[in-house]
């Protein structure tokens, strides 16, 4: 990548680099980016936003994960249907 | 090990009831900073020791203490209905123990569970006379077909067309769920059906590339676009479906 990146190329970095490692210059080119560019740091916080959710790794009190009281009503079945 | 940028979830920029123009106008702009952070992603086939007794590797209950959040997410993530999502775990789990000679250990075990998931699933639509986001069989267009998405979001010289908008603070933190997830179970339907299982093996079950790639048999360059490609539409499906016009006022 050559000069400084477009939107695109910032966005499929963004991308990319959530599966691999991307050389410094890059990275470098990219934060210089992100620093000036709104949408593409709207876009940086969004795709984090759908990781975290998916992964459950969420930072809110309401991360994606089974509650409690359905662990303990699947627990029950658990133990009635199989009798472990 | 992946590496990636984080930023503040909610920082100075996304304050609630803040109008993210206003916010970037008060100079966020130079506040902004990412912190790089590593962290590993729990690998499937690490969880699987092989000096585990029999009985362990039997035990329903420690499937759930071990894969019930996951496996509970792909679900939701594929029915859009938490309580369904939850009995379809609750069945997985059941129909494991039950069939748990049919495991050789050659997948690994949340392999296995997943796989037993996603019948539950098609079982739920199928009964539901609701349409599956997993039929084997769908007459989509292969992915490998021209996908314009770029094109579409994109000028020639590289600029966003259509640009991206704030969306506040987390929206799981003041919208309700379900209806939310009943969005993102519909935006998620409208990717085509591989790119589809691509991006949710990557995002939900966290499995390795190399895996994907077998399992999807494609390149692993290939698999990055496809994900790029899926990550752009998921976000401007979301946007569109939940997040416009209500964050910015």
């Given at each position: 990548m050559m000069g400084m990146p477009s939107c695109r190329d910032v966005a499929r970095l963004l991308s990319h680099m959530q599966e691999r490692p991307v050389p410094a210059g890059e990275r470098l080119a990219l934060r210089a980016h992100l620093m000036l560019c709104t949408s593409c740091r709207r876009y940086a916080r969004q795709l984090n936003w759908l990781h975290d959710t998916l992964n459950g790794t969420g930072g809110q009190a309401d991360a994606v994960r089974l509650s409690d009281n359905a662990k303990e009503r699947i627990r029950h079945a658990l133990s009635e249907k199989t009798g472990s | 090990?992946?590496?990636?940028?984080?930023?503040?979830?909610?920082?100075?920029?996304?304050?609630?009831?803040?109008?993210?123009?206003?916010?970037?106008?008060?100079?966020?702009?130079?506040?902004?900073?990412?912190?790089?952070?590593?962290?590993?992603?729990?690998?499937?086939?690490?969880?699987?020791?092989?000096?585990?007794?029999?009985?362990?590797?039997?035990?329903?209950?420690?499937?759930?203490?071990?894969?019930?959040?996951?496996?509970?997410?792909?679900?939701?993530?594929?029915?859009?209905?938490?309580?369904?999502?939850?009995?379809?775990?609750?069945?997985?789990?059941?129909?494991?123990?039950?069939?748990?000679?049919?495991?050789?250990?050659?997948?690994?075990?949340?392999?296995?569970?997943?796989?037993?998931?996603?019948?539950?699933?098609?079982?739920?639509?199928?009964?539901?006379?609701?349409?599956?986001?997993?039929?084997?069989?769908?007459?989509?267009?292969?992915?490998?077909?021209?996908?314009?998405?770029?094109?579409?979001?994109?000028t020639p010289e590289g600029r966003w067309r259509i640009r991206p908008g704030g969306w506040g603070g987390d929206p799981l933190d003041h919208y309700e769920q379900q209806q939310f997830w009943q969005v993102f179970r519909d935006c998620l339907a409208h990717l085509p059906q591989r790119l589809r299982e691509g991006f949710m093996m990557r995002e939900v079950q966290e499995e390795e590339v190399a895996r994907i790639c077998t399992v999807l048999t494609i390149t692993e360059n290939h698999l990055y676009v496809l994900l790029h490609r899926a990550r752009l539409r998921m976000r401007l499906c979301l946007e569109s479906n939940w997040f416009q016009g209500d964050r910015n006022t």
């Open positions: - | 090990m992946i590496e990636r940028l984080l930023f503040p979830a909610s920082g100075s920029c996304d304050q609630k009831g803040v109008k993210p123009s206003f916010a970037e106008s008060r100079g966020c702009a130079e506040s902004y900073n990412p912190i790089r952070k590593y962290f590993a992603v729990a690998s499937e086939t690490s969880m699987q020791s092989a000096e585990q007794t029999r009985e362990e590797r039997h035990d329903p209950k420690r499937w759930l203490e071990r894969h019930g959040d996951v496996l509970y997410r792909y679900a939701l993530m594929h029915m859009g209905n938490p309580a369904a999502a939850e009995d379809a775990v609750q069945e997985t789990l059941i129909a494991a123990w039950r069939g748990h000679d049919g495991f050789q250990g050659t997948a690994s075990e949340r392999s296995w569970l997943f796989g037993i998931l996603r019948h539950k699933i098609n079982d739920y639509f199928r009964t539901e006379s609701r349409w599956a986001l997993l039929d084997e069989h769908s007459e989509e267009p292969d992915f490998d077909a021209a996908d314009d998405i770029e094109a579409e979001l994109f």
